[in-house]
């Protein structure tokens, strides 16, 4: 199976919500020495992407939603210790992120790849997981002494808690110990400079060069 096969598979068994063919094709990848971080970024999150798009259409509904991010959480799970393995040892370590989805939110849409390729850049990554409330995300980020917090959502009616995040950080006092990223389908540059975020992504690889900018200005 070439790559681009792999690519196509990989896309249509998120879209089939087929758990089996799913973590098959993964497998395949990594058998054949595929690029996984292609395969994760092109292949699945194309896959999630467009499952996005046609609940967002009305053309899928909530539970197909949920069990697609689901299998997605499992691929990812399996790419990401491949992806780990091959890894060269001594990568400095570059720094902290907490990243997680709002609290309201049930999906991992894309966050998965965020966090395998920001991990690729030598920077520890603690995916607190979906739905999370504010306290927690900041109360975890004094936890590991963070230098970044990511939050991410899928739907236009949570990203309200992106701006409550960086109200209870002003609030406490926190708000210059942490830098803050905002990413997820309905999030925009606009809405990031609105809130008071420091930087926002549209995608994994944005995401990846902003996260290092962040990194950098807090220690330049």
Avoid: C, W
């Amino acid at each position: 199976m070439s790559e681009r096969e792999i690519l196509s598979s990989a896309i249509q068994s998120i879209l089939d919500n087929d758990k089996e063919k799913a973590l098959a094709v993964a497998q395949k990848a990594i058998d054949s020495g595929s690029d996984l971080l292609n395969v994760l970024n092109e292949g699945f999150s194309e896959g999630i992407r467009q499952v996005g798009d046609l609940f967002e259409r009305g053309e899928k509904f909530l539970p197909e939603l949920i069990e697609a991010a689901m299998i997605m959480e499992k691929v990812t799970a399996a790419l990401n210790e491949e992806i780990i393995k091959e890894m060269p040892d001594g990568i400095a370590k570059k720094g902290t992120m907490i990243i997680a989805t709002v609290e309201g939110d049930v999906h991992d849409i894309g966050k998965g790849i965020v966090i395998s390729m920001i991990k690729t850049q030598g920077i520890d990554v603690i995916d607190m997981g979906r739905d999370v409330g504010i306290e927690a995300i900041i109360d975890k980020a004094l936890e590991y002494d963070a230098d970044i917090i990511g939050t991410s959502a899928l739907l236009t009616s949570t990203i309200e808690g992106m701006k409550k995040l960086e109200e209870e950080l002003r609030r406490r006092g926190l708000r210059d110990r942490f830098r803050t990223i905002v990413g997820g389908a309905p999030v925009t540059q606009k809405f990031a400079e609105k809130i008071g975020a420091d930087a926002y992504a549209e995608d994994a690889a944005e995401a990846v060069v902003k996260v290092l900018e962040l990194l950098e200005s807090s220690t330049g």
